[in-house]
C-alpha cells in the first residue's frame, strides 16, 4: 500500500542545522567580542602607554634621570591620613594628579624646611603646568602644627600619617633616612621616582618638566569630582 503525502514517513528534512553548528556560531561571536574588548582597552590604554615608554624607554640624546627610578613602581597603599583641621581621609584621595612628596615630623626642623620651601619654589617655576602638581607634606609624630608653619604651607596637602604604615610604601636609600628625599607620585597612583638627598633644585626641576611633557596628552590638572 502507497503512503500518504501527509504520513511522517515522507516528509523529508533539508536545511536543519545542527547543534554543532549552531555552538560554532556562538564561538566565533564569543572571540570576536574578546577581540572588541582587547582594542578598546589598547585605545584606552595606549597614551599612559605611550609615555610612560616615551619617558623609560625612549631617551633623546642619550640623557639621563637625575632622580632614581623606582621599579617596580608601589602603588599609594590604602591607610589613613588627617587633615590639619582633623579631618580622616584615605591616602589614596592623592590620585589622579602628580605629587612632590616630603616626609617630616610635624616638628619641622631646619632640613625639615628646606624641603618645603624647595617643593614651592620648584611647583612655582613650572609656570601654567603648576596646576598638574600637588606639593604634599606628609607629616609624622604627636606635634601639633604651629600657626607659622600653617600659614607657610596653605597651599600644599598637609597630611598627618603613621610613619610605621608610610615607610611601608615609601623608602629611602641606603644609608639614608625617609626624611632625606623628595618623593614623585604619578597620576595614577604609583610612586615611581626619588631624588636624591641634598637634592639640586634645577636638576629636579628638569625631570619634573619632562615628566610632566611626557604625560601631557593624557593628564590634565585637577581631580575629577
Known amino acids: 500500500m502507497s503512503q500518504t503525502p501527509d504520513e511522517p514517513l515522507t516528509l523529508t528534512v533539508h536545511s536543519l542545522p545542527g547543534v554543532g553548528a549552531e555552538n560554532a556560531s556562538q564561538a566565533v561571536n564569543s572571540r570576536s567580542g574578546r577581540w572588541k574588548m582587547l582594542l578598546l582597552f589598547l585605545v584606552c590604554a595606549s597614551p599612559v602607554i605611550a609615555s610612560y615608554f616615551t619617558y623609560y624607554v625612549v631617551r633623546p640624546e642619550g640623557r639621563r634621570n637625575y632622580g632614581e627610578l623606582i621599579d617596580p613602581q608601589r602603588p599609594i597603599p590604602s591607610i589613613t591620613a588627617t587633615t590639619v583641621?582633623?579631618?580622616?581621609?584615605?591616602?589614596?584621595?592623592?590620585?589622579?594628579?602628580?605629587?612632590?612628596?616630603?616626609?617630616?615630623?610635624?616638628?619641622?626642623?631646619?632640613?625639615?624646611?628646606q624641603h618645603?620651601?624647595?617643593?614651592?619654589?620648584?611647583?612655582?617655576?613650572?609656570?601654567?603646568?603648576?596646576?598638574?602638581?600637588?606639593?604634599?607634606?606628609?607629616?609624622?609624630?604627636?606635634?601639633?602644627?604651629?600657626?607659622?608653619?600653617?600659614?607657610?604651607?596653605?597651599?600644599?596637602?598637609?597630611?598627618?600619617?603613621?610613619?610605621?604604615?608610610?615607610?611601608?610604601?615609601?623608602?629611602a636609600?641606603?644609608?639614608?633616612?625617609?626624611?632625606?628625599?623628595?618623593?614623585?607620585?604619578?597620576?595614577?597612583?604609583?610612586?615611581?621616582?626619588?631624588?636624591?638627598?641634598?637634592?639640586?633644585?634645577?636638576?629636579?626641576?628638569?625631570?619634573?618638566?619632562?615628566?610632566?611633557?611626557?604625560s601631557a596628552f593624557w593628564d590634565k590638572a585637577g581631580r575629577a569630582s
Open 116 to 171: 618645603l620651601y624647595l617643593q614651592r619654589q620648584l611647583r612655582e617655576t613650572l609656570g601654567r603646568e603648576k596646576d598638574r602638581l600637588d606639593w604634599v607634606w606628609l607629616r609624622t609624630g604627636a606635634t601639633e602644627l604651629t600657626p607659622v608653619l600653617r600659614e607657610a604651607t596653605a597651599a600644599a596637602q598637609v597630611l598627618h600619617v603613621d610613619a610605621a604604615l608610610l615607610a611601608g610604601w615609601l623608602e
Open 173 to 214: 636609600a641606603p644609608g639614608q633616612r625617609i626624611e632625606d628625599h623628595l618623593y614623585v607620585v604619578d597620576p595614577i597612583g604609583n610612586w615611581m621616582m626619588r631624588f636624591p638627598a641634598n637634592v639640586d633644585p634645577r636638576q629636579a626641576k628638569r625631570d619634573m618638566e619632562r615628566l610632566l611633557r611626557a
Open 85 to 113: 583641621d582633623g579631618k580622616t581621609v584615605p591616602l589614596t584621595d592623592l590620585k589622579d594628579q602628580w605629587l612632590l612628596i616630603s616626609v617630616a615630623d610635624s616638628t619641622c626642623n631646619e632640613a625639615c624646611q
